[in-house]
Structures are given as structure tokens and as C-alpha cells.
């Protein structure tokens, strides 16, 4: 079972820049993909950003190059750095880590508990 926490959100006007970090405990060891997610009040939630544990990327077509994650193993952390901000990023960042499941398919999805992040204009 794995346990994360994220950190790092808060207020900030329209193109600051903010760096969420995403802990990881427990089974640590076994952890395939890092990520993070958001949500805003009356939408799906939705993918931000991923990287696996060789180092491939993925972004939300929203992230339009300002967003970069990043991932330190042997700290077992996760990171968000979000340049350029505007306020419809607005929204509560959850970060999200993979386990192997019994399929050979799937995987074990834990998440956090979400940290708030606000653009002002």
C-alpha cells in the first residue's frame, strides 16, 4: 500500500510560477508511474501530467509546454513545476502513484489527498 502527500500549493497571481512535490511511503518500492490530476468543483477530473519509472512523459494538451514533471526515486518524490499560471488552473492538484496489479494489464491506482492550487487574476 502506498500513502502520498502532496505539498506546495497556495495563492498566486496569473503568470507566477508554483512547484508541487508529491511524497511517497509504504510500498514504495514497486511503483510504476507517478502523476498528477486535478479537479475543479463541478468537472471531471483530469489528467495533468505523468512520468513512468524510465522516465517518459506524458502532458494534458492544456499544459501547452509550462508545466514539467519530475520524479526522484531514491527520494520516492514526485514534482510539478507550474510556470506561466492562469486562473482557470485553478483547481485542487492531486498527485497519483501505480502499483502492479494481478493483471498483467492493470494497476493499482492510490492518490493523494489533494492540495489546493489558485490563480488570481
Known amino acids: 500500500q502506498v500513502q502520498l502527500v502532496e505539498s506546495g500549493g497556495g495563492l498566486v497571481q496569473s503568470g507566477g510560477s508554483l512547484r508541487l512535490s508529491c511524497a511517497a511511503s509504504?510500498?514504495?518500492?514497486?511503483?510504476?508511474?507517478m502523476g498528477w490530476y486535478r479537479k475543479v468543483p463541478g468537472k471531471l477530473r483530469e489528467l495533468v501530467a505523468a512520468i513512468t519509472s524510465g522516465g517518459t512523459t506524458n502532458y494534458a494538451h492544456f499544459v501547452e509546454g509550462r508545466f514539467t514533471i519530475t520524479r526522484d526515486s531514491a527520494k520516492n518524490m514526485a514534482y510539478l513545476q507550474m510556470n506561466s499560471l492562469r486562473p482557470e488552473d485553478t483547481a485542487v492538484y492531486y498527485c497519483t502513484a501505480d502499483r502492479p496489479a494481478s493483471s498483467p494489464i492493470a494497476s493499482t491506482r492510490y492518490w493523494g489527498q489533494g492540495t489546493q492550487v489558485t490563480v488570481s487574476s
Open positions: 509504504g510500498t514504495v518500492e514497486d511503483i510504476n508511474a
